[in-house]
């Protein structure tokens, strides 16, 4: 493998497909089948990057500590956004049960918000001067307020179908979520020549204007 290579960190998941994709456009592919293969690192066909593949959530840490010179994001598990690429397009909401919706979203007072987000859950409510309680939850977020562990959940949602599904709907929009380019900043000063072109190029392929 190159050593010179540089380490590009992608998430599993929902947006791996749109990064491949990405970098298709941008003339660069991996030999192997991802989808087949039980490796986590492929280098690109000509040599130039290695792809690690990782948790989403696990993207920032292999960036911010050096193993990967840059990384694919969503904002939800952000930690640096020089480009923001325009693809991983969703939403993080608070959603509730559709029969006991309220017209307006306001005074909720000490309700049980179950949620993967528990920061950014807290930081909404604050910012809204409501207490709540947040129960984090790994999984299975819709079931909470179906079997009464929590009045509502906040969540990521592409198009509401899970949501519509479990006779759940929007209250609020929390934030509008997109996959966003992370860099080492190490790697960004002692690899400048390596890496500002290819962020220039990402972008390029991104459709990202400056």
Sequence with gaps: ??????????????????????????????????DTSR???????????????VRDKDVPAYVEYGAADMGIVGKDVLMEEPVDL?????RIVVAE??????????GWGQARI??????ISAAYFASRGEQVEIIPL??????????????????????GETLKQNNLVESDEVMLITAKLVVNRASLKVRSESIEPLIEAIGNAAGVRS
């Design 1 to 34: 493998m190159n050593k010179d290579a540089v380490t590009i960190a992608v998430p599993k998941g929902r947006l791996f497909e749109d990064c491949m994709d990405l970098f298709k456009r941008m003339g660069i592919s991996i030999a192997e089948d991802v």
């Design 39 to 53: 490796k986590l690192v492929f280098p690109s066909m000509d040599g130039s990057i290695r792809f690690l593949v």
């Design 86 to 90: 325009g693809f991983g397009y969703c």
């Design 97 to 106: 049960l559709a029969s006991g919706k309220k017209e307006n979203p306001t």
């Design 114 to 119: 179950a949620t993967k987000y528990p920061n």
């Design 138 to 159: 790994h999984g299975s977020i819709e079931l909470a307020p179906c079997v009464g562990l929590a009045e509502r959940i906040v969540d990521l949602v592409s198009t």
